[in-house]
């Protein structure tokens, strides 16, 4: 965690990754085996300790607004697809 600004008040987990000029502020409580991006800021008292968990069980897509009708239900189609091949 070479170049971080980590303050030694804050609590990481197990696996955590805090990558240069990100920034971990007093009292943050960060879950196991999460990344801290490059420049990224953590304020005081934040707590990502469950993010481990949501990432098993959400799915977040980028959509942006300018997409057309067709493109979006070609994007749910997909997910859909993929999503019962895994079951």
């Not at 999460?34 to 098993?56: F, N």
């Amino acid at each position: 965690m070479p170049g971080a600004d980590l303050d030694p008040r804050a609590r990481l987990g197990p696996g955590v990754s805090v990558w240069h000029l990100a920034q971990v502020r007093e009292g943050a409580e960060i879950g196991a085996g999460c990344i801290i991006g490059r420049g990224a800021y953590i304020g005081a008292g934040v707590r990502l300790a469950e993010t481990e968990c949501a990432a098993r069980e959400v799915l977040s897509l980028p959509v942006h607004p300018a997409l057309s009708a067709d493109d979006l239900a070609a994007i749910v189609t997909a997910v859909n697809a993929v999503a019962a091949a895994g079951s």
